[in-house]
């Protein structure tokens, strides 16, 4: 059935179009690194605390919130909101990707769910107080928005390039990114450094919720320059007859494609070995700032200095891994980059105590090779996309990407619980890259690439 599939030729993307679709990795990446990464987290955590009755800016907090009258302990409440917005993406993103394969447009849905997103991330300003129930939901909406945009986004790219392009187009997307999130949040660190007053804790938290304001706005203002750029690709789905609304029709199609991955286990395959190694990824990049904190015992300076370096040095690593991608093909580097994830964590196993110098140094080794992998993952998986059904497709990798991550981090949440030791906790993770890496190493990609149906590249 696959190899009678007609394959849909991309059509020439001009430059233009090209860097329209980099800029929209420019503006969603604030919301990751300024929101996520840094100031969401303690702003939401001391406004549940303010709402659980301590006092702001105390050293520890017993008291409860009761959100839906479930008691829940103010310091818990962020992470379980995360929790509980991956386990919503997991149902919403395959949706959302089937939904963009039935229409005609896409650039509509990528404006729909990017301004969703900024303009709920614009609203964090009126978290203020006791409001933790109002930065919950407005934390849920941006976060599932924002994962929407993404597979949208994503789906854009093999109607932007050919085989042979695809991993030089990824990677300068996410070298973009990288560049855009870490300007925004250099400037962000600037105004806290400038404008914070110490022992004043409510100007921090009035400081660090304007600085998630403009996270907000950066991704509101820079949407629009791929929504004026971008043109529209229909894919194959498009053509078909449908009846009943798009939504209806959306799950209508992705019960098809869930019957269909069974056409195409090699692209299954690939995605489990996905799973297995970005899994590794992400807890890396969830727990550094923990580790460097709980067992390291380093500053909070220490640890945004860090992830300065790794946003700026993950621009250049994208690049670079892009450029060896053209020389030895897109599957060889993920592996050689996953042999650099292996160093990452053992180095970190050996770090000493106190020595903000050996942290930082890991921190640009995370740089390299970062935005390398993640940029070659997302063009090696456009291979093995059946024509025309890029949505639906890139909404499951897109749960391999983020809708799984609880697994690294519950492996290393048990190690030390068993061991009492973070640092075997982070070593542990090489399970996650060794076995990931022999999984995708035993896919036949070029053979996959041809039973999706696609032309395979000349290197691969």
């Known amino acids: ?104 447009k896409k650039k509509p849905l990528l404006a729909a769910t990017a301004f969703t997103g900024s303009v709920a991330t614009v609203a964090m300003a009126f978290v203020t107080g006791d409001r933790y129930l109002l930065g919950g939901l407005l934390f849920l909406i941006a976060s599932i928005a924002y994962s929407a945009s993404i597979v949208i986004y994503n789906s854009f790219l093999p109607r932007l390039a050919g085989p042979d392009d695809r991993d030089r187009v990824s990677s300068r997307g996410w070298a973009v990114g990288y560049l855009g999130g870490g300007l925004l949040l250099a400037i962000n660190l600037v105004a806290v450094s400038f404008f914070s007053i110490e022992g004043n804790d409510l100007r921090t938290l009035d400081i660090a919720r304007w600085c998630i304001v403009s996270a907000g706005v950066w991704w509101a203002v820079f949407t629009l320059v791929p929504l004026t ?113 292996l160093g990452v964590v053992v180095a970190a196993y050996w770090l000493p105590d106190r020595r903000a110098v050996p942290f930082m140094v890991l921190g640009a080794g995370i740089g390299i090779v970062l935005g390398g992998s993640q940029a070659l993952s997302r063009s090696l998986f456009a291979q093995l996309i059946p024509a025309g059904r890029e949505g639906e497709y890139y909404g499951f990798y897109e749960i391999s990407s983020g809708g799984t991550s609880w697994i690294g981090p519950l492996f290393f949440g048990l190690i030390f619980q068993l061991t009492d030791s973070y640092r075997l906790g982070i070593i542990s993770l090489v399970v996650f890259f060794v076995v990931g890496g022999v999984l995708l190493a035993l896919v036949p990609i070029r053979r996959a690439v041809t039973a999706a149906g696609n032309t395979p590249p000349r290197l691969i």
């Open 229 to 341: 750029a971008l043109h529209e690709h229909p894919g194959a789905s498009t053509v078909r007859e449908e009846r009943g609304s798009l939504l209806t029709d959306g799950f209508k199609q992705l019960g098809r494609t869930l019957r269909g991955l069974r056409a195409y286990p090699l692209t299954l395959f690939f995605l489990l070995a996905y799973l297995i190694y970005n899994d590794g990824i992400q807890t890396v990049i969830a727990l550094a700032s923990t580790f460097g904190t709980e067992e390291l015992h380093l500053a909070q300076s220490t640890l945004i200095v860090t992830i300065l370096i790794v946003q700026f040095l993950a621009f250049g690593g994208a690049l670079l891994l892009g450029r060896m991608a053209a020389s030895i093909g897109a599957r060889n580097t993920v592996l050689f980059s996953l042999l650099l994830w």
């Open 1 to 104: 059935m696959a190899a009678s599939q007609t394959q849909l030729e991309p059509p020439a993307a001009g430059r233009r179009e090209r860097t329209g679709w980099y800029f929209y990795d420019w503006a969603n990446s604030a919301f990751q690194t300024t929101v996520i990464t840094v100031f969401l987290g303690p702003m939401l955590s001391a406004v549940a605390k303010q709402a659980a009755g301590c006092p702001l800016g105390a050293d520890s907090c017993h008291g409860t919130v009761h959100p839906l009258g479930i008691p829940v302990a103010a310091g818990s409440y962020f992470p379980y909101l995360v929790s509980l917005s991956v386990l919503l993406t997991v149902v919403v993103l395959p949706v959302m990707g089937a939904v963009a394969d039935r229409v005609p």
